[in-house]
Nanobody, 114 residues
């Protein structure tokens, strides 16, 4: 059974950076490299929002709100996906989760103070 575990969240000030990681495991009949990986976030009282996605071909796409500030990457050898977040803003405050197919991680809290 595929599992995703996020880490790297925390409390930072506006303008600072964080690196989120998502560790994937349990690929019994398939391989991590065969899956598109997506980062979502959800702020209190708001709908879940797609933040960044990286395909099996390493093609990355981003929400307009994070373009130029966030970078998604993956390491297939380690079954890891990363989200480098720079120039953080208070509006980036949310629980960040990684996802593939129908599997979700538990999320990691990112709080950006002004």
């Amino acid at each position: 059974q595929v599992q995703l575990v996020e880490s790297g969240g925390g409390l930072v000030q506006a303008g600072e950076s964080l690196l989120l990681t998502c560790a994937a495991s349990g690929f019994t009949f398939s391989r991590f490299r065969d899956y598109t990986m997506t980062w979502f976030r959800q702020a209190p009282g708001k709908d879940r929002e797609l933040v960044a996605r990286i395909t099996v071909s390493f093609v990355a796409t981003y929400a307009d709100s994070v373009k130029g500030r966030f970078t998604v990457s993956r390491d297939n050898a380690k079954s890891m996906v990363y989200l480098q977040m720079n120039s953080l803003k208070p509006e980036d405050t949310a629980v960040y989760s990684c996802n593939t197919v129908a599997v979700w991680g538990q999320g990691t809290q990112v709080t950006v103070s002004s």
